[in-house]
C-alpha cells in the first residue's frame, strides 16, 4: 500500500524545503545522486579525474548517496 507524506529536505544552500514523499514506492532518482552527478558536471577536478577517483566534495556527495540508499 502506498502513502504519501510531506518530508524536510535540507539543501547546500537556501532554506531546507518540504518535499511530497511517495512511501512504498519504487524509489525516484533521489536528490543525493542528482547532486552527484551535477557536480561531477561542474568540477574541474572531477574532470581532470579519469581513474574514477573523487574529489573531496565528490567523495562526500557519494558518502551522502550510500546513506541515504539504507
Ligand atoms: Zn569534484
Redesign the pocket.
Known sequence: MTHVEWQWRERSSGAPYRQRVSMSEAPAPDEEFLALIE??L??????V?TDGA??????E?VRAEREARR
Do not use: D
Open positions: 557536480h561531477e561542474n568540477c574541474t577536478a572531477c574532470k579525474r573523487f574529489c573531496p566534495t565528490a567523495a556527495l
